[in-house]
């Protein structure tokens, strides 16, 4: 680890402050020009006590903007001293969780993984058209049928085809003789420029795509294509669970990644991230967006300041070993839910780096899934799965009372 390590509270709470102090302050110095203010005093008091101990509820009340890109070029300065806190938790999470080399990346806190994944294919789609001229007919996105739906959205928006994957049943993998089946019909329909979206986590299964089986497959067929991984779900997981991960930017295929802060990493919501290597995230420049002081290549405008910090808080309170261990844990309550659904014979699907258990619903009791609020995948009566998502709430505890209630039933039937 070069940049992630672990910082003691008032240590943290002194950069932040630091931090605030070089952004505009509106409650002292005089700024007439921002549509902008601190939060609304007569609702948000800026002088409550608990504030003092509280960097990131400091900053939401201190509101500063992180409209645009800070890796890029110059910012609007109004609020340097966040931003630059965003950039750290953008290299932290570039170089130290996804093997980047330094200073070699772009990204932006998105307000979700739906618009990282969005801006992803805006930047390759724009990318094609710059490049090659393309048309949108000539560029298709490919991803597999478990993938999240805000690729569908993505494709909608854009105006570029989706050509999905299926997956096999069983493990959850992408079918590769229907891959290739899907690849020729999508060349001889005259597609020339491919988009591919590799799981790093499916929303339902946890499955992690191979990403291999796209680009191995789009190479032998000499036909030109993007990767971006789709690591909302997965990105926090993942690397420190399967520590010979190859998905990341050591893999040289992989132009850009989506994480989301606000799942697994229990950051506020508003919180995704989009990292891409350098060279690809000025394909979106708007060059209408004049008054934002440099450049804006990001497809959200204004984007609160503050969740990055709370990024950076989580970060380097747990620092690497910390978050390792807080990981470890969720794989062990995993381990054990599925050893009690073996001993049960009731068949899951379940990556074993994940903590996610996605149950055949024809094993579990309606009326039991409903008192345990496990998630279907289809709310309607085609639904074949349920999956238990083994968060920090999540204790063996709650887990047993759901073994208990399946045991009872069993007997019962
Ligand atoms: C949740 C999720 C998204 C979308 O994230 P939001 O933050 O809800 O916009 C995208 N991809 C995957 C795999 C997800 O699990």
Redesign the pocket.
């Known amino acids: 680890m070069k940049y992630w390590k672990k910082i003691g509270h008032n240590k943290l709470q002194s950069r932040i402050e630091e931090a605030l102090k070089e952004n505009v302050d509106f409650e002292n110095d005089t700024s007439l020009g921002y549509p902008a203010s601190k939060l609304d005093d007569k609702v948000f008091y800026s002088d409550a006590p608990f504030l003092k101990d509280a960097p990131t509820l400091k900053t939401y009340v201190a509101n500063p903007n992180h409209i645009g890109c800070h890796t890029f070029g110059s910012s609007e300065s109004a609020f340097k001293g966040t931003q630059e806190i965003e950039r750290e938790v953008l290299q932290v999470l570039a170089v130290d969780f996804f093997k980047m080399e330094d200073e070699q990346f772009d990204g932006y806190i998105a ?7 969005i801006q992803a294919i805006w930047v390759f789609r724009n990318f094609y058209h710059h490049k090659f001229d393309a048309k949108n007919s000539e560029i298709a996105i490919l991803a597999s049928d478990d ?2 739906y ?2 569908p959205k993505a494709s909608n928006i854009l105006s570029l085809d989706l050509l999905g994957i299926p997956v096999k049943y069983k493990d959850r993998t992408i079918d590769p003789i229907a891959l290739e089946r899907i690849i020729k019909e999508a060349v001889a329909n005259g597609k020339k420029y491919f988009i591919v979206i590799a ?1 790093m ?3 339902m299964f946890g499955s992690v795509d191979d990403p291999d089986v796209y680009t191995d497959l789009l190479e032998t067929m000499n036909l030109d294509y993007k990767l971006h991984i ?5 990105g926090f997981v993942y690397p420190f669970s399967n520590l010979q991960s190859k998905i990341n930017f050591s893999n040289p295929k992989v132009s850009s990644i ?1 994480i ?1 802060a ?2 697994m990493l229990q950051a506020p ?1 508003g919180t ?1 991230v989009y990292l891409s290597r350098k060279g690809l995230i000025e394909n979106v420049l708007t060059k209408e967006a004049e008054y934002v002081e440099g450049m804006d290549l990001t497809l959200c405008g204004s984007r609160s300041g503050a969740n990055a910090i709370a990024v950076y808080m989580i970060l380097f309170t747990y620092g690497p070993y910390g978050w390792y261990e807080k990981i470890s844990v969720l794989l062990m309550r995993t381990n054990w839910f599925c050893k009690q659904l073996d001993q049960m014979s009731i068949p899951y699907f379940r990556n074993e780096h994940m903590n996610i258990v996605t149950i055949y619903s024809s094993h579990i009791p309606k009326d039991i899934a409903e008192k345990f609020d496990l998630v279907p995948e289809q709310h309607n009566d085609n639904n074949k799965w349920y999956k238990v998502v083994i968060m920090d709430h999540v204790e063996i505890d709650s887990l047993l009372e759901l073994i208990d209630a399946l045991k009872e039933r069993l007997k019962l039937g």
Do not use: F, L, V
Not at 230 to 234: E, K, L, S, T
């Open positions: 307000p979700g993984g739906t618009e990282a994944n993938t999240h805000s690729i799981n986590g499916t929303t789709d690591g909302a779900y997965g989506t989301d606000h799942k919501y995704g």
